[in-house]
């Protein structure tokens, strides 16, 4: 198959990019490529690969961008019930801490899932899937984080390896089972964190060796937070996980400063996500890492927190930034990663070029696939975005539509 005439081929060709390198994106005007079943086979000008592809099946790019399918690497997207009712609390002045310090947020979701079958949890997941690929996320991480018990958090692990299995979708699981101190152990936030390392690891370790197929082990993540794990807790997760040969994420800096940057740069995290109240030592931290630092900025958008990842301070330190959408019932319900670009574009202040870099190369890097996705280069999985926009930089300018005409997914396509 061949995809000629793109008005601009946005191939971000390389590594992914570091610090104030963000944002190169290697365009061909009038681009093509060829794709050779589920990769990627050729790159050029339309010149060049229709008068050596002329029997291809065609598809006319003119008009369009031609960008690398989304990766969005960090989603919490199996849950079941929805937190509307808390939405207007949080309209009344409640915050996001104080709710879920009475039981709410998190916890409120907690109880639902727990009470969810495994064939409820897939149905609603499902159709989330579905939106955000549409929108143009191929690759999407997923995290559980709403069982707090061995059982439900297997059952989530479950449902991801079931629905990536179903759908054209690539997901890459994470095990988040150190999400918020489970109900049965309030008030005693290191009881639970001894169970997560003394059962709850454990148990995923084997369940993987039965249910895991040989994919590679899921990451290990952990909510490092005021309310939820501190930080001697967190490292104690994540040292266990690492000796049990997890790759490794950390939910940190979301709200307080607890140190959970410098902690994951130091242990070699994948990477470190939210990033809001992170101190400068610790930007430098992980500005010399290869850990991501993943901007979230669906989630002070969907809390109206003013506050958001400062992106430039990341990138004047060397980091390597990554954009996701947080798509979760509590902060931010939204499958679309074009709002999280557009939001990032505003208050992140970085521009298109960058947030679009952000959300392919440097957003594979963060779950490990940089090889595999988030560029146009032969060789590289068939996962492109067909935008209906004549220039990339209306990705970010425009927002709230869907700028996807077409997604093709390891050489399928999938017209919108
Ligand atoms: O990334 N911070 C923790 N986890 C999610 C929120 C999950 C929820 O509120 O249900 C987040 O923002
Ligand atoms: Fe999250």
Redesign the pocket.
Known sequence: MLIHSAAQLVTIAGPPQRGKELGNLKIIPDGAVYIQGEKISAIATSAELCKQYHHAEKINASQKVVLPGFVDP?T?AV?AGDRAAEFELKLEGKT?LEILQAGG??LS?VRATREANLETLIDQTRSRLWRAFRHGSTTIEVKT??GLETETELRILAAILALDDEGPWDLVPTFLGA?AIAPEFRGDPQGYTNLVCTEMLPALLDWWDKNGRGRPLPYVDV?C?TGAFDLAQSQQILIRAKEMGFPLKI?AD?FDNLGGARLAASMNAASAD?LVTTSDEDITAIGLSDTVAVG?PG?PFGLAQKDYTPAQKILAAGGILALAS?L?????WCENLQISIALACRYMNITPAQAIAAATINAAAAVGLADKVGSLEPGKQADLLLLDIPDYRQLGYRYGTNLVDAVIKNGTVFQN
């Open positions: 960090h919490h849950w996001y947020g998190i979701t984080g709403y999400h909510f937070e939910h979301e939210h979230l989630t947080d979760n019932p509590g902060t931010t």
